[in-house]
């Protein structure tokens, strides 16, 4: 059971404390942007032994804070960060761990929540009380949704799915959640969107809804074009907002009907680059990360951001990450 596995992980790890300066440290790198509302940056190098970065900005600046080997990071209130770090292996060869912590995003004082396991995909719903992860459960990759009240030290799941429903976003009213599951192409064989390789039918990332509570059958969201088939390469949710659920897909961000009536394009980058990410600022745009695959690099990652009405699809381009820096996680929130 997966409580038994995370009560014997609570073995592994004491508390980590990670306590920046009040006011956070100089960030190396500045976007520029500076409200409303603050904003929180992960940046990589494609030199994995150069730290990551994690900056916080807003109408005061930019500041770094100290959290060493972050792998995402998600607002939960104005004030608070859920951020992932990745732990080493606990022996020779083995696989990492993941921490999840709540990070003071003013001071950068840290807290664990959770036991260490193999976190992926956290997501806190919009009023910062529940969480929502996934977690893999055997070294095949097999995995779990599970989630967590945030006021606990997630000693005690809510609810778990025992099944892969990956990249959880939660809906406005936090009600229900979208999710991603890679499936062969619903339509069948004959559809214009189904691919199979030496008569082996490929399998394509969907969008599901299920409820809040993990309970029930989930409920295919279809993705193309509204009356159409199935796109063609599938969909990941990024986020679910006011209008629907924003997704990325080939073309680029799309806007999908959490009815299920289909999906309509919002923002394409144009030639080779592609949406790696996204996340809404505010009620009608949104940041964009986005890669350029006509550039030849080892880390896959993007290097550039946009803000994108969703209004009209209309961009700006915001900032672009010098040399070997390259974007890993954004995230935004309204408040102070």
């Known amino acids: 059971m997966l409580r038994h596995r995370l009560a014997l992980s609570l073995l592994a790890l004491g508390l980590v404390c990670a306590c920046g300066r009040k006011h956070g440290a100089p960030a190396p790198y500045d976007v520029g942007f500076r409200g409303p509302g603050r904003l929180v940056v992960l940046f990589e190098n494609a030199d994995p032994d150069v730290p990551h970065a994690l900056v916080v900005f807003d109408a005061d600046g930019a500041r770094s804070l100290a959290i060493e080997h972050v792998q995402a990071a998600r607002w939960i209130s104005p004030h608070a960060l859920l951020v992932s770090q990745e732990l080493p292996p606990q022996e020779q060869y083995g696989l990492s761990q993941t921490q999840l912590l709540r990070v003071d995003a003013d001071t950068g004082k840290a807290e664990r929540f959770a036991a260490p396991a193999r976190w992926f995909d956290a997501e806190p719903d919009p009023r910062g009380e529940r969480l929502a992860a996934g977690v893999e459960t055997d070294d095949q990759g097999a995995s779990e949704l599970v989630l967590f009240s945030l006021a606990s030290r997630g000693e005690e799941p809510l609810a778990d799915a025992p099944k892969a429903l990956d990249r959880p976003r939660w809906s406005p009213d936090g009600a229900a959640l979208v999710v991603l599951q890679t499936i062969p192409d619903p339509d069948g064989a004959d559809s214009e969107s189904s691919m199979s390789f030496e008569g082996q039918e490929v399998a394509f990332p969907r969008l599901f809804k299920v409820s809040a509570d993990l309970r029930g ?20 949710p990024l ?3 006011a209008r629907g659920v924003y997704a990325k897909q080939r073309r680029g961000l799309v806007l999908c009907d959490p009815e299920g009536a289909g999906c309509k394009l919002v923002y394409t980058p144009g030639g080779d680059k592609r949406v790696y990410d996204g996340r809404p600022c505010g009620a009608d745009h949104a940041f964009v990360l986005v890669r350029d695959h006509s550039e030849k690099s080892d880390a896959e990652l993007p290097q550039e951001l946009v803000r994108v009405s969703l209004a009209d699809g209309r961009s700006e381009p915001i900032y672009r990450a010098p040399g070997d820096v390259f974007f890993g996680d954004i995230d935004w929130i309204a408040g102070p």
């Open 217 to 236: 059958k989930a409920a295919l969201l279809r993705d193309g074009e509204p009356g159409g088939p199935m796109v063609a390469g599938g969909s990941l």
């Open 239 to 241: 986020w679910w907002g």
